[in-house]
């Protein structure tokens, strides 16, 4: 197989463990992906799978990106989502909608985003959360990035759901936490689905049982 494909990757395994699950399908060891999924996360995960495929993957990344996030405010949580341990927020007053959307406002065009401190993001060649994981002290510098658009769908003390669409880069875990410091009510990430990338949506997705017959008829 020689090809880029977009699989729906469910919550719990990680992205890298969706490439070795398709390793092990296609028996193809060159396989790679544009723009990991936290394991909390599911949604679209693209795949190149052979040598030029993977090459080409570097364009993928820097397509849009479509998300349906769902953010719990009153609380902080140290991995920016409900993974990591959560501190309390003492909210005297729930912000209303009106209150979000202007906050939301801000958050839409270039804008500078500090990733969270469990992320990929590279500090001298390892990974930010691996360095986390033993203990070390680390500080990742803002960066630019690009939120197009945020759209509200639903909003009930304390769960704020929306819909986000945004260039390369964008941790949707840094804008939850963003706008709950914004709001003075604290915010962490509580659920997200990527519903498309680039030209891949999620209608056009296989799910891994797909693949697996894919690989067998053909």
């Known amino acids: 197989m020689e090809h880029i494909i977009a699989v729906y990757k469910p919550k719990g395994p990680t992205s890298h463990d969706i490439i070795d699950e398709i390793r092990r399908i296609t028996g193809e060891r060159r396989v790679g992906h544009a723009g990991t999924l936290d394991p909390l996360a599911r949604g679209i995960l693209v795949i190149g799978i052979g040598r030029e495929a993977t090459k080409q993957l570097y364009v993928v990344v820097k397509k849009e990106k479509e998300y349906i996030a769902e953010i719990m405010f009153g609380a902080e949580s140290s991995t920016d989502d409900a993974e990591g341990e959560k501190t309390q927020w003492n909210v005297k007053e729930p912000p209303s909608r009106e209150i979000i959307e202007k906050a939301l406002a801000k958050f839409i065009g270039k804008i500078s985003q500090t990733p969270p401190v469990f992320s990929a993001v590279k500090i001298k060649g390892k990974a930010a959360y691996r360095r986390m994981r033993k203990g070390e002290k680390i500080e990742l510098k803002p960066r630019a990035v690009e939120i197009k ?24 875990r840094a804008l939850a936490r963003d706008l709950g410091q914004a709001l003075d009510v604290g915010g962490y990430l509580s659920d997200l689905e990527r519903i498309r990338v680039g030209e891949f949506k999620k209608e056009d997705v296989m799910d891994l049982k797909q693949l697996r017959n894919y690989k067998c008829c053909n």
């Open 149 to 172: 658009s945020i759209e509200m769908l639903q909003y009930k003390w304390p769960i704020l759901k929306l819909r986000i669409v945004t260039g390369p880069g964008v941790y949707i």
